[in-house]
């Protein structure tokens, strides 16, 4: 167990209501499922899925949450009908533009990770207006996982720091997991307790591979769209059930033989 861990999960349990994980983190899944099962185009399933972000931001907020980090657009995503992905951005942009005065107005500090060099001039003049104007703010910490996919995430890294060994300016020997993790895009916030995926796929999809190592993860039927407040409590009561021991133990004698 490094350093940084164990310092991030003294960090997340000080002052954190009791049952309630600090940071979670939700792969968004099922938003077209729920408009095929209904008859419904995809968009619809879409906006419905924008309607329940909104739902659960609030009640994050309100059960306590610190970090809520949402998985809204990977770098697969691309490969979606244009038609999709360009509603997808519309819904972005709206997002940012309609609800970005009411998540500052309470207190919301909103982060947007990913890779950002390919992206239109607007969505990324949207998205550094959005972490601008509540960068001060210290209530909920809202992540929007927007072209993010981890293995993308950790080539960046890789390539950064292969840069600095290359100049001089780093040494080799230098780099451990503390140094790679303050380089992710998530740097300053704490890992993931939990991560939930909604619409019963039981995949992780290239979402926080680094830093979701030791978090408990949680596959839910629920279809995004009608994820509500009793879906993300029934999450956080089987999250309490859990018991985290970051590869340790309970009996000494396992300890002594190095059982994981």
Partial sequence: MHERSAQKR????????PAVPAHVAIIMDGNGRWAQMRGLPRQE????????????????????????T??????????????EVSFLMGLLRRFVENDLAELNEAGVRVRIIGNRENLPPDLRALVERAETMTEGNTGLTLVVAFNYGSRDEIARVARRLAQEVAAGRL???????????????????????LVIRTSG?????N??????????FIFTPVLWPDFDRKALEEALAEFHRRERRYGGVGQPAEAKMGVA
């Fill in 10 to 17: 003294h960090s997340m349990s000080d002052g954190a209501r």
């Fill in 45 to 68: 399933g879409h906006r419905r899925g924008l309607e329940a972000l909104r739902r659960t931001v609030r009640n994050a907020a309100d059960l306590g949450i610190r970090v809520l």
């Fill in 70 to 83: 949402l998985y809204s657009f990977s770098t697969e995503n691309w490969r979606r009908p244009i038609t």
């Fill in 171 to 193: 040494a080799p020997e230098a780099i451990n997991e503390t140094m790679l993790s303050s380089h992710f895009d998530t740097g300053e916030l704490p890992d993931p307790d």
């Fill in 201 to 205: 796929e039981t995949r992780i999809s």
């Fill in 207 to 216: 979402f926080l591979l680094w830093q979701a190592a030791y978090a408990e």
